[in-house]
Antibody
Framework: QLVESGGGLVQPGGSLRLSCAAS????????MHWVRQTPGKGLVWVSR????????NYADSVKGRFTISRDNAKKMLYLQMNSLRAEDTALYYC???????????????WGQGTMVTVSS | DIQMTQSPSYVSASVGDRVTITCRAS??????LAWYQQKPGKAPKFLIY???SLQSGVPSRFSGSGSGTDFTLTISSLQPEDFATYYC?????????FGPGTKVDIK
């Protein structure tokens, strides 16, 4: 199970930190992702992190502004979001990759999402 | 980056119908393709990986095929619980681009 928290209303240029609590599986054995979805629109991959946190990947739209991290001892995934823009407004999902290897086969466990609204 | 497209964007069908959704990649992605189902207000559900492998617990009326740039998701006999939006997604390496989605609605 994955449970996100930390969403809310933030002004443009502001920051927010999303958290995701994992349970029921060996968290440190899986790559993890953040995926977002604007209400009524499609899914957009945001970021991915390796088992040990040493490797991270980002979508071009968030590179340099967002930072993904994890704490395997606490079974937690994080997304630090800085310099937020109106276009970052979305429901953010914490997602488990089905693969324990670097090449992904797909995303098999999804949280329910936490909503981020960027508006003045 | 590789772009993913889907067609149609919307399909109206009846219970018992056979439904086919197409996904196309802008470059050859071999069989690195996944499919998801999303119902309103819910998180996506993982259906298929490696273009044709059914995720555990997914009904056998769902099937996937294709390789290279052209892929299909087929629902052999549409059930009431299958009315949803379906997304394809490029797997393997980042960026993990999703298709725009195909909404399957009740005729």
């Amino acid at each position: 199970q994955l449970v996100e928290s930390g969403g809310g209303l933030v002004q443009p240029g502001g920051s927010l930190r999303l958290s995701c609590a994992a349970s029921g599986f060996s968290f440190n054995s899986y790559w993890m992702h953040w995926v977002r979805q604007t209400p009524g629109k499609g899914l957009v991959w945001v970021s991915r992190i390796s088992l040990d946190g040493a490797t991270t990947n980002y979508a071009d739209s968030v590179k340099g502004r967002f930072t993904i991290s994890r704490d395997n001892a606490k079974k937690m995934l994080y997304l630090q979001m800085n310099s937020l823009r109106a276009e970052d407004t979305a429901l953010y999902y914490c997602v488990r990759d089905m693969s324990v290897l670097e090449w992904s086969y797909g995303m098999d466990v999804w949280g329910q999402g936490t909503m981020v609204t960027v508006s003045s | 980056d590789i772009q993913m497209t889907q067609s149609p964007s919307y399909v109206s069908a009846s219970v018992g119908d056979r439904v086919t959704i197409t996904c196309r990649a802008s470059q050859d992605i071999s069989n690195w393709l996944a499919w998801y189902q999303q119902k309103p207000g819910k998180a996506p559900k993982f259906l298929i990986y490696s273009a044709s492998s059914l995720q555990s617990g997914v009904p056998s009326r769902f099937s996937g095929s294709g390789s290279g740039t052209d892929f299909t998701l087929t629902i052999s006999s549409l059930q009431p619980e299958d009315f949803a939006t379906y997304y394809c997604q490029k797997a393997n390496s980042f960026p993990f681009t999703f298709g725009p989605g195909t909404k399957v609605d009740i005729k």
